[in-house]
Structure formats: C-alpha cells, structure tokens
Antibody, heavy 120, light 107 residues
C-alpha cells in the first residue's frame, strides 16, 4: 500500500519561499507514475500545481510556473515543492499525490495534506 | 486551460435518495474525467476514473457516465457517510483542472 507524507514549515513569511517534501513509502518513486502537488485554499476548491516523473521531467501550472520548482530525490524516495515569492494568496493545504500510470491520469494515492500559512 | 463547471454547487437530500451531479468541460475531453470525494479535513479520495470506472473498494452505489463535454455522477441511494464535497477533474490537457465542487448534505 503506497503512502505519501508531506512535511515542511507550517508558516512562511510573505516574499519568502515555501518548501515542502513528500515522502513515498510502500512503493518506489521510480515506478511508472507522475508525482504531483495539489493545493486547496481554506474553504475553496482544488488547484493543480504541477508534477514530476522520476526522470526529472516536470509539468507546471502556467499560473504558477514562474514561481514553482518540483524536484525528485530517488535516493530518499521523495519529491519536493518550492514556491517562491509567496503572498497570503498562497495560504492553503498542500497535498502530494500519485498519478496512476505514465499518462498522469487520476490521483489514486494522496498525502493527508499540510497547511501552510503565509503571514508575517 | 480547460474549465470545469459543476452543478449544483450544493444540495440537500434525504437518506436513500438518488443524487445526481453534473460536470461540464469547456472543450471535448473524451472520457478523461475523474470524480473525487472529499470529507472535511481529509484528502480527496478517488471514486470514479475515466468517467465511468469504479475505483477498487468504492461502493457500487456510486457511478459515473458521460463523454465529450458532459458528465454525470450519481449516488443511487444516499447514505449518511456520503456527506462530503465531490469534485470532477480532467486529465485530457495540462494543466489538470478540477471542478469547483458540489457539497452534499443530508436533509
């Protein structure tokens, strides 16, 4: 059973960089899956941030592309998110998720989510 | 980006009722449409993939249909544990996009 666990600071200052890691257990990050980040502002809907394949190939949401970097660490079986120049609008619960198969289709495994608040 | 709309935005129904939610895509997405259930404070849970396929372990009262731009999600007999927000999601194009959600509660 694949499990994903997000970790990182819960509070980030405005104009700073949000950094989160998603540890994958019960499966290999080098499997034929895309690994994704999705966020949800309090009381709002889901927004796709981007995804990475174990080869290092990435896809980002154009609305965030200039500020987002997703990377993978195969030795630690984890992947990471960095979001720069954050504002209060970036306050959200951040989820990591696995997309089934190479096509990056549906999200069959999710982390429990971690709330990141942007505030001074 | 492909825009996803859902209706209604919320609904109240009685236990045992049939509940239907619609999702519309701004362009043809074939059957590349998934449905998730999200309960308060929890991560989304995959229910239906490729418009009509039931994820393993999901009760058969949940179903989905449609293709192209118009999709339907149905709970055949609403149960108290189905209280949640339901989201559709397309994966035909990047960026992946979700519908705004439909909140379901018990009347």
């Amino acid at each position: 059973q694949v499990q994903l666990q997000e970790s990182g600071p819960g509070l980030v200052k405005p104009s700073g960089t949000l950094s989160l890691t998603c540890a994958v257990s019960g499966g290999s990050i080098s499997s034929s899956n895309w690994w994704s980040w999705v966020r949800q502002p309090p009381g709002k809907g889901l927004e796709w941030i981007g995804e990475i394949y174990h080869s290092g190939s990435t896809n980002y949401n154009p609305s965030l592309k200039s500020r987002v970097t997703i990377s993978v660490d195969k030795s630690k079986n984890q992947f990471s998110l960095k979001l720069s120049s954050v504002t209060a609008a970036d306050t959200a619960v951040y989820y990591c998720a696995r997309a089934f198969a190479v096509l990056g289709s549906w999200y069959d495994y999710w982390g429990q989510g971690t709330l990141v608040t942007v505030s001074s | 980006d492909i825009q996803m709309t859902q209706s209604p935005s919320s609904l109240s129904a009685s236990v045992g009722d049939r509940v239907t939610i619609t999702c519309q895509a701004s362009q043809d997405i074939s059957n590349y449409l998934n449905w998730y259930q999200q309960k308060p404070g929890k991560a989304p849970k995959l229910l239906i993939y490729d418009a009509s396929n039931l994820e393993t372990g999901v009760p058969s009262r949940f179903s989905g249909s449609g293709s192209g731009t118009d999709f339907t999600f149905t709970i055949s007999s609403l149960q108290p544990e189905d209280i949640a927000t339901y989201y559709c999601q397309q994966y035909d194009n990047l960026p992946r996009t979700f519908g705004p959600g439909t909140k379901v509660d018990i009347k």
